[in-house]
């Protein structure tokens, strides 16, 4: 049987493998893209989209208990589980059909199994049907990744459960304990800790959220631990004695260990690349630690082969994967592009309260060499956050001395997910400290602390 020929074949039907399937074809590419499991990937179906979706009911709750406060009566409050799962479930599987439907009016052929590329531009799927074969000038990995599993610390899905069995509960845990407080663990983290659940974090770095700036961490981890979790930071989980309905966690931490007992663990510590069953090695292509290595445009260094998103390294967000994603089916047109600077993505968090950033942290910025002015302002004094009920968090600026460049921001505290985007649009603009004070922002908003951080990085704020 010969095989069907395309312009292009992506592998992997996730925000980067349908965004560039969508974009190639925009530009009159014949496109296919291969999927094993869902459209959509694990964004749609298990990651962004569905723990939005969750947090957002712990939210209100959250909110619900809170109704005195902004002199409303609300009694009996209580959840359902399995609705909460059920509305989570449902916003997923509109999503996941959305991408079919653009997938169609895009006139992609959409090819549902197992890739493998057994010659450059040579892609064979096995498919319920028996194995079809494709073949293309060019191909885009776009296969995503899975949670990383340490020895003896695997899920099971009744004790042990990883971000999948996190969203869809067999039960309510009563006393949790996660395990990493990344994106993924401090998220689910709150969920559960604000359905009441007693909550136990374990991170083996210096401070929760290592990856943000510290002052951001450590503002975070002070309401963390007013809202009843536990934080044990520079700690690691060594063993899990599993019992019946119980587990044994053996903690260590400077050197001590103790033995806590718990009824579920959520393991998320971290997450490895899918290159297995690719015969990436065969083809020349490099893989460091679970993830292809690329150039700064994508290319594996094997000519026509392409990876991008997770698999491509970090950092592991979404919307970073679909930039790519667009940069590369753009290239491969003969368009003129520019390559993708990690530091210009956001990086969003969606535990309560919120986390975003984009650009160097204060300690980078200085390890950097720059000479640096650094600007803060509090929730406390801006009058939307408190007629909000939302009092606590901040905005901090870090800026270069020399030149005015917005270097990083960094933010905790209600709806910053939305608000960072402000200060991304301004550093791809090459935004000044000038321009941004000269920016008339609307009042009463939240986004008037965002130029008022800039204000006080040159000694200016008004409000504080």
């Known amino acids: ?54 947090l957002r009911s712990s939210e209100v709750f959250h909110l619900m208990h809170r109704a005195k406060e902004f002199g409303l009566k609300a009694d009996g409050i209580d959840y359902d589980l399995d609705a909460v799962v059920q509305r989570s479930r449902g916003v997923a599987k509109q999503l996941s059909g959305g991408v079919s439907h653009l997938m169609k009016k895009n006139k992609v052929t959409v090819v549902m199994g197992e890739a493998t590329i057994p010659a450059p531009g040579k892609v064979s799927v096995k498919t319920d049907k028996g194995t079809e074969e494709l073949a293309a000038k060019d191909i885009i990995l776009a296969t995503g990744a899975r949670a990383r599993e340490l020895p003896g610390l695997e899920a099971d899905g009744d004790l042990v459960w990883t971000y999948k069995h996190a969203l869809t509960p067999p039960r309510m845990p009563k006393k949790l304990l996660v395990i990493g407080s990344g994106a993924i663990g401090i998220e689910f983290a709150s969920f559960y800790n604000t359905l009441g659940c007693d909550t136990t974090v374990v991170e083996v770095m210096d401070r929760v959220l290592p990856v943000e700036d510290a002052e951001i961490s450590a503002f975070a981890k002070k309401q963390f631990t007013k809202q009843g979790m536990k934080i044990m930071e520079k700690s690691m989980v060594k063993q899990l004695d599993r019992g019946k309905g119980k587990v044994t966690a053996h903690i260590e931490t400077g050197g001590k260990t103790e033995k806590m007992e718990f009824d579920t663990v959520i393991s998320a510590v971290g997450i490895v690349g899918n290159v297995e069953g690719l015969n990436l090695e065969k083809l020349g292509v490099k893989v460091d630690r679970t993830h292809v290595v690329t150039d700064e445009y994508c290319g594996t260094g094997v000519k026509g082969l392409w990876a991008i998103g997770d698999i491509a390294g970090a950092p592991w967000l979404a919307h970073k994967a679909s930039h790519e994603g667009v940069m590369v089916a753009e290239k491969i047109a003969g368009k003129n592009v520019h390559p993708v600077k990690p530091e210009s993505i956001a990086g969003c968090t969606y535990c309560h309260p919120q986390v975003a950033s984009v650009g160097y942290t204060e300690a980078k910025a200085k390890e950097l060499g720059y000479d640096i002015k650094v600007g803060r302002f509090p929730f406390i004094g ?83």
């Open 1 to 54: 049987m010969a095989a069907s020929s395309y312009d292009l074949i992506v592998i992997g039907a996730g925000p980067g493998g349908y965004v560039a399937a969508i974009r190639a074809a925009q530009l009159g590419l014949k496109t296919a893209i291969v999927e094993r499991e869902h459209m959509g990937g694990i964004c749609l179906n298990w990651g962004c989209i569905p723990t939005k979706a969750m």
């Open 382 to 464: 801006n009058g939307k956050a408190i007629a909000l009920g939302e009092p606590e968090g901040m905005v901090k600026t870090v800026f270069d001395a020399k030149t005015g460049e917005l270097l990083g921001a960094h933010m905790v505290g209600a709806e910053v997910t939305e608000l960072i985007q402000g200060y991304v649009v301004g550093r791809q603009l090459e935004t000044t400290e000038e321009d941004l004070m000269h920016t008339v922002f609307p009042h009463p908003t939240l986004s008037e602390m965002m130029h008022e951080s800039v204000l006080d990085a040159y000694g200016r704020a008004i409000h504080f």
